[in-house]
């Protein structure tokens, strides 16, 4: 792969959330945009995270071979964007690599869309790999739904998010991470107006619709099997009694065919 040794390459990573456990860990996609900035800039990428240099899962990212780790102290409630601003107004980089969104809190994925618009740059969404780097242009690849790609060339600087197909991210080693070193940088405290007005409560599972399988030949089995699901009818039932809801449950079974009167 043609690269340009001389380019300033950094990776935003984030804490992440492991999907069964809850426990912190390195965000999966961060660590694939920091497996992908290794490849093209080595032990020189630079690594970037805004929030508490204290969180242990932060040396995870440093036990993939790095040195050092930028830390732009911030509380939890602060806004992201601008420290970012701030730090890439002193060091400018040639191509920012991140996540498509975090695994936890907002995990929105709109702080590289934002990033991107205060510094005027181009962003590409959902890269797989980056080709070449050549005469101030890169050449990308970008991952597309049922694993088609499209190349795309994109001036320098940009920012890319970096998608689950991209390389996976080689192991973290604990002895290298926990000698890796912290750059805290303390900056001006915004808070995040916009978040401090939301109401969080807890997720809860969105029930599945029956899926009933009419078809009878191979061929209806199949279009049946990989139709994209429809989101459409059914009815939300609240306020009405037991008895109501337990008669539109049984109607709607004899109506599927599940079962009969």
């Not at 007005?197 to 279009?223: D, G, H, I, Y």
């Amino acid at each position: 792969m043609p690269v340009e040794t001389s380019l300033n390459i950094a990776a935003l990573v984030s804490v992440g959330q492991h999907p069964v456990s809850g426990r912190a860990r390195r965000a999966d996609q961060d660590a694939r945009a920091v497996e992908l900035g290794l490849t093209l800039a080595g032990r020189s990428l630079s690594l970037v995270h805004v929030g508490d240099a204290g969180e242990p899962a932060l040396r995870q990212y440093l036990g993939m071979g790095l040195h050092t780790m930028t830390v732009l102290q911030e509380a939890p409630e602060a806004d992201a964007v601008q420290p970012l601003l701030q730090y890439f107004a002193t060091h400018p980089a040639d191509i920012v690599l991140a996540g498509v969104q975090a695994e936890r809190g907002e995990a929105s994925g709109l702080l590289p869309y934002l990033l991107a618009e205060r510094l005027g740059w181009p962003l590409v969404p959902r890269i797989a790999q980056i080709r070449a780097i050549e005469n101030g242009r890169a050449e990308v690849l970008q991952a597309l739904p049922r694993g088609q790609r499209r190349a795309l060339t994109v001036p320098l600087p940009f920012i890319a998010t970096v998608d689950s197909a991209a390389p996976g991210a080689r192991q973290t080693a604990f002895g290298p991470g926990q000698r890796g070193l912290f750059d805290i940088q303390r900056g001006v405290a915004q808070p995040d107006v916009a978040r401090a007005e939301w109401m969080e409560t807890q997720a809860r599972p969105r029930p599945k619709r029956l899926n009933v399988v009419k078809a009878k030949s191979a061929a209806e089995r199949f279009k049946a099997a990989t139709a994209k699901p429809q989101g459409q009818g059914g009815q939300v039932m609240k306020q009405e009694s037991s008895r109501e809801k337990a008669q539109a449950i049984f109607d709607l079974l004899v109506a599927e065919g599940v079962i009969r009167q």
